[in-house]
T-cell receptor, first 110, second 115 residues
Framework: QKEVEQDPGPLSVPEGAIVSLNCTYS??????FMWYRQYSRKGPELLMY????GNKEDGRFTAQVDKSSKYISLFIRDSQPSDSATYLCGFTGGGNKLTFGTGTQLKVEL | GAVVSQHPSWVICKSGTSVKIECRSL??????MFWYRQFPKQSLMLMATSNEGSKATYEQGVEKDKFLINHASLTLSTLTVTSAHPEDSSFYICSASEGAYEKLFFGSGTQLSVL
């Protein structure tokens, strides 16, 4: 079983749609849960990070963590074409270095 | 958020030459810097971890003599790809941390093409 699993997509949605991006993990030592956005040929940009189960909201973005199921999600409301990018989940904690998912490619179409 | 500057953004070189990539933390002191490699449509692969003033720690399978890392100050780390070959062509990204892995800030990446 892979330590982190993320659907690579691509995911194509119309402008204004709600987008749901997900990752599962197997390492119980992970304590911090991150979402990064990466535009083509650019470095990843930290969008959200959290360390507890539940929801964390920041503007149009909501990060959700369910530690009991080892499942995290990122929701994007009112998606815009500028949200088109690759989204990577990231995990760390318990002395572990940052472990990334493979990334989900998102395209928001006009 | 904190800013990490990476240069150059792209470089083309001949096979056998060496290429140096710089990574600077502009508004914070980076106790730890990381170097990643990324192939098209794949995730970031950690190459090495560097701490200021000490030797870098390389991940398994990464050649230390091929990828030289220097972290001479709390704001600057460099990656030198020595005697580059076409198989070294890739996107290289650095990141820096003030001390917490959950708050990593990334450079904009360097696309290396070896002819």
């Amino acid at each position: 079983q892979k330590e982190v699993e993320q659907d690579p997509g691509p995911l194509s949605v119309p402008e204004g749609a709600i987008v749901s991006l997900n990752c599962t993990y197997s390492n119980s030592a992970f304590q911090y849960f991150m979402w990064y956005r990466q535009y083509s040929r650019k470095g990843p940009e930290l969008l959200m990070y959290t360390y507890s189960s539940g929801n964390k909201e920041d503007g149009r973005f909501t990060a959700q963590v369910d530690k009991s199921s080892k499942y995290i999600s990122l929701f994007i409301r009112d998606s815009q074409p500028s949200d088109s990018a690759t989204y990577l989940c990231g995990f760390t904690g318990g002395g572990n270095k940052l472990t990334f998912g493979t990334g989900t490619q998102l395209k928001v179409e006009l | 958020g904190a800013v990490v500057s990476q240069h150059p953004s792209w470089v083309i070189c001949k096979s056998g030459t060496s290429v140096k990539i710089e990574c600077r933390s502009l508004d914070f002191q980076a106790t730890t810097m990381f170097w990643y490699r990324q192939f098209p449509k794949q995730s970031l692969m950690l190459m090495a971890t560097s701490n200021e003033g000490s030797k870098a720690t390389y991940e398994q399978g990464v050649e230390k003599d091929k990828f030289l890392i220097n972290h001479a100050s709390l704001t600057l780390s460099t990656l030198t790809v020595t005697s580059a070959h076409p198989e070294d062509s890739s996107f290289y990204i650095c990141s820096a941390s003030e001390g917490a892995y959950e708050k990593l800030f990334f450079g904009s990446g360097t696309q290396l093409s070896v002819l």
